[in-house]
């Protein structure tokens, strides 16, 4: 199994709620075990302001899914969780999902790119990918530890704890 990383992200339709269900709906991935959430944090939007805050959260989950059929998963449960795609970038959702590691890989596909392209300026991504993975070290050889030393937390609190699912 290949140990992956994956991001939430809510700012609609209860986005706390929203980001719990992701969790869940994420322990039910085939072929996939859910291994670690990290606890709920609140942050400001990354794009336009007028928007309400966000719901971010990381995971840690072992999948024999490939990396695109991993994808076709994240993005079934962003449709049922009611994801509207649209040309704005970072405008409100009510879930999103990013692949941010998976294994060691570095992918570039047109329809994937990992590690994540964001996310080592992003503290709505690091803080909580260091709550479950302190040690880890990104594919490039970052430590992870250095990133999130070097990023401002930009007033991202604790919201809810997370859950500890199976073994880190």
Known sequence: MTEVFVAIGSNLADPLGQARRAVVALAALPESRLQQASSFYSSRPMGPADQPDYVNAVVRLNTRLGPLALLD?????????????????????????????YGDRIIRHERLVVPHYGMKERAFVLLPLAEIAPALVLPCGTPLAQLVARCPHNDLAIIAPGADIGEP
């Open 73 to 101: 998963q994240l993005q079934k449960i962003e449709l049922e969780q009611g994801r509207v795609r649209k040309d704005e970038r970072w405008g409100p959702r009510t879930l999103d999902l990013d692949l941010l590691l």
